[in-house]
């Protein structure tokens, strides 16, 4: 990936077995957050980051991680 371009990321959760609301959320690793099962984010500065997706609803959340340079 490089600096200044876009990246999609997109989950899958299974929302047939879980409890209703749902919320998302996505954590970038450079202090930015998106919400949604899909989420657009550039980065500004080379380096490595950790995206974790989150998704929670009243029984509890359920988390996902990933890296990307």
Known sequence: MEVGESATFAARVNE????RPLTYRWAFGDGRTAS?????HVYNQPGTYDVV??????AGQARDSLSVE
């Open 16 to 19: 047939a077995k879980a409890l």
């Open 36 to 40: 949604g099962r899909t989420a657009s």
């Open 53 to 58: 997706f989150t998704a929670r609803n009243g």
